[in-house]
């Protein structure tokens, strides 16, 4: 079945880069995705990568998706206190499906 | 121009009642998806609706249901609440089907 998989926790000093990961089971996914959730807030999209592709940067983000292993991840360069936040991982078939959400803790 | 908008903000109920949540989407977006987030878990999928029909169902039981207004604003009704369905109830919309969601700020449910 639909199934996304992700760490609960990661702690990361500020101005390092923080890599987010994330694994799948459906290969028919046609998108994935990233979503940011700051507390007593909804989901925000921060990216979202085509299925036939391997990379994809935006400013900060760069979401790699390696396809034969079902493994997507997400990587923040120069990490800021504003970056503190529950991250989803979500995948499309015919609904978006999301995983449990990564805990992202900046340390000073 | 204004984003995902949902109402109320919170709301307490007790077991056995029920409860309508709204939502209106996006300007110019058709598509509206409800999903249900407890406390420390990701959202889960309860429907999507598109052009007022039902286009997705997610597992959940009967006692949820929803619908989509011509105006493409949305409701979601629960009936006999129960103790679980204490939750985040997020409403998003999208142009058309979900290639891209837009989240609302969503609805925090209590059920005592």
């Known amino acids: 079945g639909e199934d996304v998989e992700q760490s609960l926790f990661l702690s990361v000093r500020e101005g390092d880069s923080s890599v987010i990961n994330c694994t799948y089971t459906d290969s028919s996914s046609t998108y994935l995705y990233w979503y940011k959730q700051e507390p007593g807030a909804g989901l925000q999209l921060l990216t979202y990568?085509?299925?036939?592709?391997d990379m994809k940067q935006d400013q900060r983000l760069t979401v790699l998706l390696n396809k034969k292993d079902k493994h997507l991840s997400l990587r923040i360069a120069d990490t800021q206190t504003g970056d503190s936040a529950i991250y989803f991982c979500a995948e499309r078939y015919d609904k978006i499906i999301f995983g449990k959400g990564t805990r992202l803790h900046i340390l000073p | 121009d204004a984003g995902v908008t949902q109402s109320p903000t919170h709301l307490i109920k007790t077991r056995g009642q029920h409860v309508t949540l709204r939502c209106s989407p996006i300007?110019?977006?058709?598509?509206v998806s409800w999903y249900q987030q407890v406390l420390g878990q990701g959202p889960q999928f309860i429907f999507q609706y598109y052009e007022k029909e039902e286009r997705g169902r997610g597992n959940f039981p009967d006692r949820f249901s929803a619908r989509q207004f011509p105006n493409y604003s949305s409701e979601l009704n629960v009936n006999a609440l129960l103790l679980g369905d204490s939750a985040l109830y997020l409403c998003?919309?999208?142009?058309?089907?979900?290639?891209?969601?837009?989240f609302g700020s969503g609805t925090q449910l209590s059920v005592l």
């Open positions: 300007s110019g977006h058709k598509s």
């Open positions: 990568i085509f299925s036939n592709m």
């Open positions: 998003a919309s999208s142009l058309r089907g979900v290639e891209k969601l837009f």
